[in-house]
């Protein structure tokens, strides 16, 4: 059936990030009634389109619903865009947070995780960073976000293999639903329970709380020992912890307020909330340890990431650092000639090989 149409102006151009990421556009129109129902705000699909559509604030434009359904709007036909109206200039970077945009598509995404559910999830199950759940990635992500299946990281822990074999992922060549499948939903659910085991500080930062990345929720992690303990720190005990200071312990402090909903769930689920801190020293009490070059000569090493291998200094006592100074006691190198290697020679700094770190840890 043939749209009903209506004509209306345009008042202004909004934008906003969707929770998937996604730069999404709407115009907000004089209102008017089209097929039954008065319409004040139109769609508009991307960037590329609307800036080709010669859709101005001011133009005049006819109002109609696609499928009946969803308020878009155009110029009439053999209408010339009118250049005494304001052109529409699309944000240069994310109106949230500042950041540019990933263009590599029409549909412009933010990446950030503070700005989106999207961003979070993807964030949250990161391997460098996050719960490291192999399987999950941005379309499967996306997919269970607009199914509305998971809105926050304690969302994964709730997901049943049922809901994943079935869930739909596009269409295919024929236009039938391309969906999940059972072997991959069986895959991904045994990554999500081994993902339960993995340590605080990355149960930390999967929460995408500000100021909590790699770096302080390992930090966190080292000073507070369990999660209980952590959501009980004051501000004060918080802005004590090297390189937070008052103002990121405020943040970090309301944070988890905010969060402690989802840390629950989480903790429910049987996701690790961390154990007491051991008393007495360990192998690497009390030195700052800076990694150098490829750690994979070392067999018990081999497959950790950048971000495991400080895990495991400061499982053990020790502080991580990304860079040789005076303070820096223990230099561990694969990479022998390298500026970091130079300039530990120069400062005097112990340096030993992969190999002989993995055994001062007994690994």
């Not at 490291?132 to 992500?141: A, L, P, W």
């Not at 639903?177 to 149960?203: T, Y």
Request: proline share 3%; net charge neutral; charged share 20%.
């Amino acid at each position: 059936y043939k749209a009903v149409e209506a004509t209306s102006k345009i008042e202004a151009i909004e934008t906003n990030i969707g929770k998937t990421g996604r730069l999404s556009l709407r115009a907000r129109i004089t209102p008017v009634e089209v097929d039954g129902s008065v319409v004040e705000y139109a769609s508009l699909h991307n960037v590329g389109w609307l800036k080709d559509s010669g859709i101005r604030i001011g133009s005049t434009v006819q109002v109609y619903k696609a499928n009946d359904i969803i308020p878009q709007v155009k110029i009439p036909a053999g209408t010339l865009p009118d250049e005494n109206l304001e052109a529409w200039e699309a944000p240069s970077a994310c109106p949230k947070c500042g950041s540019e945009f990933d263009k590599a598509t029409e549909l412009w995404r933010c990446n950030s995780p503070e700005c989106s559910v999207s961003g979070r999830i993807q964030y949250a199950v990161s391997r460098d960073a996050g719960l490291d759940i192999e399987g999950f990635g941005g379309s499967v992500g996306d997919a269970l976000i607009d199914a509305d299946l998971v809105n926050d990281v304690a969302d994964i822990f709730t997901l049943t293999k049922d809901q994943l074999a079935n869930l739909k992922l596009g269409t295919t060549a024929t236009g039938g639903d391309r969906v999940l499948g059972e072997k991959n939903a069986v895959k991904i659910m045994a990554e999500i329970e081994k993902a339960k085991a993995q340590p605080l500080n990355r149960v930390i930062t999967a929460l995408s709380m500000r100021f909590t990345g790699r770096t302080f929720g390992r930090r966190l992690a080292s000073e507070f020992g369990t999660m209980e303990a952590l959501q009980a720190a004051t501000v004060t005990q918080l802005a004590n912890v090297e390189g937070i200071g008052q103002k990121k312990a405020e943040v970090i402090h309301a944070e988890l307020a905010r969060n402690a909903p989802v840390i629950e769930r989480l903790r429910a689920a049987g996701v690790n909330m961390g154990a007491a801190k051991a008393a007495g020293g360990t192998a690497l009490a009390g030195q700052t340890v800076v990694v150098t070059g490829s750690v994979k000569s070392a067999p018990a090493l081999a497959k950790l990431s950048r971000s495991g291998v400080q895990e495991l200094i400061e499982a053990h006592g020790g502080k991580a650092s990304g860079s040789v100074s005076k303070s820096t006691t223990l230099l561990v190198c694969g990479e022998p000639g390298s500026s970091k290697y130079v300039k530990a020679q120069e400062l005097g700094v112990k340096i030993i090989s992969p190999s002989e770190f993995a055994g001062m840890l007994g690994l």
